[in-house]
């Protein structure tokens, strides 16, 4: 790592000759390789922009000059070289290196937003900054992938980059190695490969124009024909024509691990003085052999290695599993349910149903409202679409869940994955608010399943409602196995009921996978003498009127969700208690409404007071003075966010 070592900021890359950093290139790949296997993170993708970054830095003038990381997951190497390299160690750990940019770590980094498709958007609104600030040019630079341009607001922004394309320093660096995670679909994927398959293009015009300058007399005005004449000729060999058509400069396709190619290219960008594409050619995984050669997604995102046996942990069934399963079986009942995902068919539990009914899924690209409103269509046309999305990339869907299956009552279900906290993505990752979107959606039905069994039960129930949209939120990582109900209540399963004759103190409402948690809370208030029931509501929007009954037949209702408080479960139902003007209090335990750093989703939990240990607690403080319980000790008080 010496040369590595030397790097403290981008102006050391700038002092540096091609071979230096060759050798800082390779350095870089050996360091990533060895902290990202052992940290866990997105090795395939900051492989393949190693030359592209140094690139990059060497070119432009960050922070002067902005640089903006489309959803920000191949931000390692622009960490590295921005003085950051020391913190690998604790990538995306509690306390250590986020895996996105983050601006308290550096002046480099912009924007910690890790929802694709933003880029252009931002380098929009930072040029017309720019641009009005007056003074020395700033370059608004994005770097956008492949998949990330497949999502709408790219498009959106485009159209408006185009509109001030001569006056506005604007460098889009389309960072296109053909994959999201599984290969980038779509006619714009399709064009992109179409320019790839070009790369000599760059090569063929630059031998060309050196000969004929060199060439005395005639070569000059022959080229200048010529060049006259390249737009004919790129069209020809590289129809690039859907950016040209905007206005756009375009240039490429460049090989993105050549370091010469890479800067030539990017000082042409820089001296353009406009709106410019630079299309660059990498490869995911690069100089990483296990990486490259892995079909399923080039190590788009890998989990800790065990530094042992050199593999990933072996891990038993996960909440997406269990749903991937069976909505294999229900597809072979139902051939009315078809299947959709937004370029994350594995991620999100849809590889064996697409493997078993080819035509019945589709990838629609990083595109979740195109995803929401095209299963609006699919079920005005008579099937019964399941989409597949992380809950925290919902947000961004919300009004076509609205407008455009929600008002007119389309059977449509919503598989929402990593509901709740999740942890080492942090902040825009937690999937905390899909209970406070959709509960201010009319007809909507949310089930929360606690377990294996019930996952499977409430995606049959959610397929079979015929009239209007249903959705299932559920945890990232392993399912938990098995909860058992004593007694179902309509559409609520007790969990635990008082010792037999003790009081009914307390009724702990605990939302999916929160469950088993609640019922270790039970077992501790019970040492102390307070009777707690413990139910599951199963389907927690709109909110069970059962509950209303139960709560009359305690003193206390506390209810417990992984997901935020503000408009989340509890308030729901402080709401139908209101309503019903029954007055038993509630107290209402959920993710505090903040934003909360990067950790593991167990270390983020006891961050915010949502343990067994602090449920407990917060009832004995609660029930004090109501049950003439002795008053706790001082409860650890549930943190905010970092802001
Ligand atoms: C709105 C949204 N949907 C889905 C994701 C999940 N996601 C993270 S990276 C990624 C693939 C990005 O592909 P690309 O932009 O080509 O970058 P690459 O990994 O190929 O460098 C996806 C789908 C996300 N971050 N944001
Ligand atoms: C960057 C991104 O959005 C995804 O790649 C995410 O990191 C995956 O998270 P999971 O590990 O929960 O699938
Ligand atoms: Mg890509």
Same mark, same amino acid.
């Given at each position: 790592?010496?040369?590595?070592?030397?790097?403290?900021?981008?102006?050391?890359?700038?002092?540096? /000759?091609?071979?230096?950093?060759?050798?800082?290139?390779?350095?870089?790949?050996?360091?990533?390789?060895?902290?990202?296997?052992?940290?866990?993170?997105?090795?395939?993708?900051?492989?393949?922009?190693?030359?592209?970054?140094?690139?990059?830095?060497?070119?432009?003038?960050?922070?002067?000059?902005?640089?903006?990381?489309?959803?920000?997951?191949?931000?390692?190497?622009?960490?590295?070289?921005?003085?950051?390299?020391?913190?690998?160690?604790?990538?995306?750990?509690?306390?250590?290196?986020?895996?996105?940019?983050?601006?308290?770590?550096?002046?480099?980094?912009?924007?910690?937003?890790?929802?694709?498709?933003?880029?252009? /958007?931002?380098?929009?609104?930072?040029?017309?900054?720019?641009?009005?600030?007056?003074?020395?040019?700033?370059?608004?630079?994005?770097?956008?992938?492949?998949?990330?341009?497949?999502?709408?607001?790219?498009?959106?922004?485009?159209?408006?980059?185009?509109?001030?394309?001569?006056?506005?320093?604007?460098?889009?660096?389309?960072?296109?190695?053909?994959?999201?995670?599984?290969?980038?679909?779509?006619?714009?994927?399709?064009?992109?490969?179409?320019?790839?398959?070009?790369?000599?293009?760059?090569?063929?015009?630059?031998?060309?124009?050196?000969?004929?300058?060199?060439?005395?007399?005639?070569?000059?005005?022959?080229?200048?024909?010529?060049?006259?004449?390249?737009?004919?000729?790129?069209?020809?060999?590289?129809?690039?024509?859907?950016?040209?058509?905007?206005?756009?400069?375009?240039?490429?396709?460049?090989?993105?691990?050549?370091?010469?190619?890479?800067?030539?290219?990017?000082?042409?960008?820089?001296?353009?003085?406009?709106?410019?594409?630079?299309?660059?050619?990498?490869?995911?995984?690069?100089?990483?052999?296990?990486?490259?050669?892995?079909?399923?997604?080039?190590?788009?995102?890998?989990?800790?290695?065990?530094?042992?046996?050199?593999?990933?942990?072996?891990?038993?069934?996960?909440?997406?599993?269990?749903?991937?399963?069976?909505?294999?079986?229900?597809?072979?009942?139902?051939?009315?349910?078809?299947?959709?995902?937004?370029?994350?068919?594995?991620?999100?539990?849809?590889?064996?149903?697409?493997?078993?009914?080819?035509?019945?899924?589709?990838?629609?690209?990083?595109?979740?409202?195109?995803?929401?409103?095209?299963?609006?269509?699919?079920?005005?046309?008579?099937?019964?679409?399941?989409?597949?999305?992380?809950?925290?990339?919902?947000?961004?869907?919300?009004?076509?869940? +609205?407008?455009?299956?929600?008002?007119?009552?389309?059977?449509?279900? +919503?598989?929402?994955?990593?509901?709740?906290?999740?942890?080492?993505?942090?902040?825009?990752?937690?999937?905390?608010?899909?209970?406070?979107?959709?509960?201010?959606?009319?007809?909507?039905?949310?089930?929360?399943?606690?377990?294996?069994?019930?996952?499977?039960?409430?995606?049959?129930?959610?397929?079979?409602?015929?009239?209007?949209?249903?959705?299932?939120?559920?945890?990232?990582?392993?399912?938990?196995?098995?909860?058992?109900?004593?007694?179902?209540?309509?559409?609520?399963?007790?969990?635990?009921?008082?010792?037999?004759?003790?009081?009914?103190?307390?009724?702990?409402?605990?939302?999916?996978?929160?469950?088993?948690? /609640?019922?270790?809370?039970?077992?501790?208030?019970?040492?102390?003498?307070?009777?707690?029931?413990?139910?599951?509501?199963?389907?927690?929007?709109?909110?069970?009127?059962?509950?209303?009954?139960?709560?009359?037949?305690?003193?206390?209702?506390?209810?417990?969700?992984?997901?935020?408080?503000?408009?989340?479960?509890?308030?729901?139902?402080?709401?139908?208690?209101?309503?019903?003007?029954?007055?038993?209090?509630?107290?209402?335990?959920?993710?505090?409404?903040?934003?909360?750093?990067?950790?593991?989703?167990?270390?983020?939990?006891?961050?915010?007071?949502?343990?067994?240990?602090?449920?407990?607690?917060?009832?004995?403080?609660?029930?004090?003075?109501? +049950?003439?319980?002795?008053?706790?000790?001082?409860?650890?008080?549930?943190?905010?966010?970092?802001?």
């Amino acid at each position: 790592m010496r040369m590595l070592e030397s790097v403290h900021g981008p102006a050391d890359l700038k002092r540096m /000759s091609v071979e230096d950093l060759e050798e800082v290139a390779a350095e870089i790949r050996d360091f990533l390789v060895d902290k990202v296997r052992r940290a866990g993170g997105h090795l395939g993708p900051n492989l393949g922009v190693v030359e592209l970054t140094l690139a990059l830095h060497r070119v432009f003038d960050s922070p002067r000059d902005a640089i903006v990381w489309d959803v920000g997951h191949q931000s390692y190497v622009h960490k590295i070289v921005t003085g950051r390299h020391e913190g690998f160690d604790l990538l995306r750990q509690q306390g250590g290196l986020t895996g996105y940019p983050a601006r308290a770590e550096s002046e480099h980094d912009l924007v910690e937003n890790s929802h694709a498709s933003t880029a252009l /958007s931002y380098v929009d609104g930072l040029a017309k900054a720019f641009a009005l600030a007056g003074g020395e040019p700033r370059h608004a630079v994005a770097v956008v992938g492949d998949g990330a341009l497949t999502g709408g607001m790219c498009w959106e922004a485009l159209n408006n980059i185009a509109a001030h394309k001569d006056d506005r320093p604007v460098v889009i660096v389309i960072n296109d190695n053909g994959r999201s995670y599984s290969p980038t679909i779509g006619g714009l994927a399709d064009h992109l490969a179409s320019l790839r398959l070009q790369p000599g293009y760059e090569r063929f015009l630059d031998g060309g124009k050196e000969i004929l300058k060199s060439t005395p007399v005639v070569g000059k005005p022959i080229y200048a024909a010529l060049h006259a004449a390249k737009a004919g000729i790129k069209d020809a060999l590289s129809p690039q024509a859907m950016f040209s058509d905007l206005g756009l400069k375009y240039l490429g396709p460049v090989d993105g691990h050549d370091l010469v190619a890479l800067e030539k290219a990017f000082h042409s960008a820089r001296s353009f003085g406009g709106a410019v594409i630079v299309h660059v050619v990498t490869e995911k995984g690069h100089g990483y052999a296990p990486a490259v050669s892995d079909q399923a997604d080039q190590m788009h995102q890998t989990d800790p290695i065990d530094p042992e046996t050199g593999l990933p942990p072996v891990k038993g069934p996960s909440w997406t599993s269990v749903f991937g399963d069976e909505l294999v079986k229900i597809g072979a009942e139902r051939s009315d349910v078809v299947a959709i995902t937004a370029a994350m068919q594995r991620s999100c539990g849809l590889e064996k149903f697409a493997k078993a009914y080819p035509d019945r899924w589709y990838d629609v690209g990083i595109a979740e409202q195109h995803a929401v409103t095209s299963a609006a269509g699919l079920a005005m046309g008579g099937l019964h679409p399941v989409v597949a999305v992380y809950a925290t990339f919902l947000n961004r869907a919300f009004d076509q869940v +609205l407008m455009d299956v929600a008002l007119h009552r389309q059977p449509v279900t +919503l598989m929402l994955d990593r509901a709740g906290i999740t942890g080492p993505d942090g902040p825009s990752h937690h999937g905390m608010w899909d209970l406070s979107l959709l509960g201010m959606v009319p007809g909507m039905r949310v089930a929360a399943p606690r377990d294996a069994g019930t996952l499977r039960e409430e995606l049959r129930e959610a397929i079979a409602v015929g009239d209007g949209p249903t959705a299932l939120r559920y945890s990232k990582g392993g399912v938990v196995d098995s909860v058992p109900a004593v007694e179902r209540i309509g559409t609520v399963d007790v969990l635990r009921r008082p010792a037999e004759g003790g009081d009914t103190d307390v009724l702990l409402v605990a939302v999916g996978a929160f469950a088993k948690l /609640s019922l270790a809370a039970a077992d501790r208030l019970a040492d102390q003498g307070i009777g707690v029931t413990v139910v599951d509501p199963r389907w927690v929007l709109p909110v069970p009127a059962e509950l209303v009954a139960l709560a009359g037949q305690h003193k206390l209702v506390v209810t417990v969700e992984d997901n935020g408080r503000h408009g989340g479960f509890g308030s729901a139902l402080a709401a139908l208690l209101r309503d019903a003007e029954c007055d038993v209090p509630l107290r209402d335990l959920a993710v505090p409404q903040d934003f909360h750093e990067h950790g593991s989703r167990e270390q983020v939990l006891a961050r915010v007071g949502l343990t067994a240990q602090d449920v407990a607690r917060r009832v004995t403080e609660w029930a004090s003075g109501r +049950l003439g319980t002795a008053a706790p000790a001082e409860p650890a008080p549930q943190e905010e966010g970092r802001r």
